[in-house]
């Protein structure tokens, strides 16, 4: 499981701006309680990305730490910049901003 497979497809989509409307459109389409986690697996290998359940698992994981406080040294430094710079900086963030961090939720998605 590798929680660089996800950043390397986030950052796709960043860079990317017909990638990124093609993917938002997808999980825009999904039923308001659907899990976009199969949605977002079949998009990512369908374009090429190595993306796995258990990195997505990894991924959701390393923010919910996040979110608690929970990282050691060396994940702080991965999550602020390593996977594309989505966290911005190592300041606390609002609660607010964490709860959007949530990939297990379609607005997560929509909102890179």
Same mark, same amino acid.
Not at 6 to 27: N, T, Y
Not at 33 to 41: E, F, S
Not at 84 to 103: E, K, M, N, Y
């Given at each position: 499981?590798?929680?660089?497979?996800?950043?390397? &497809? *986030?950052?796709?989509?960043?860079?990317?701006?017909?990638?990124?409307?093609?993917?938002q459109?997808? *999980?825009?389409?999904?039923?308001?309680d659907?899990?976009?986690?199969? #949605? *977002?697996?079949?998009?990512?290998?369908? =374009?090429? #990305?190595?993306? =796995?359940?258990s990195?997505?698992?990894? &991924?959701?994981?390393?923010?919910?730490r996040?979110?608690?406080?929970?990282?050691?040294?060396? =994940?702080?430094?991965?999550?602020?910049?390593?996977?594309?710079?989505i &966290?911005?900086?190592?300041?606390?963030?609002?609660d607010?901003v964490?709860?959007?961090?949530?990939?297990?939720?379609? =607005? &997560?998605?929509?909102?890179?």
């Amino acid at each position: 499981m590798s929680v660089e497979n996800v950043g390397g &497809f *986030i950052q796709a989509l960043q860079q990317d701006a017909a990638l990124k409307q093609r993917f938002q459109s997808s *999980i825009a389409a999904l039923p308001q309680d659907a899990d976009p986690a199969p #949605h *977002i697996l079949a998009f990512a290998q369908a =374009e090429g #990305h190595a993306l =796995e359940s258990s990195d997505l698992a990894a &991924f959701d994981d390393l923010l919910t730490r996040a979110r608690n406080d929970q990282l050691t040294d060396a =994940e702080l430094d991965k999550v602020n910049g390593g996977i594309g710079g989505i &966290f911005g900086s190592a300041r606390p963030c609002p609660d607010v901003v964490w709860q959007r961090l949530d990939p297990s939720k379609p =607005e &997560f998605w929509l909102g890179l």
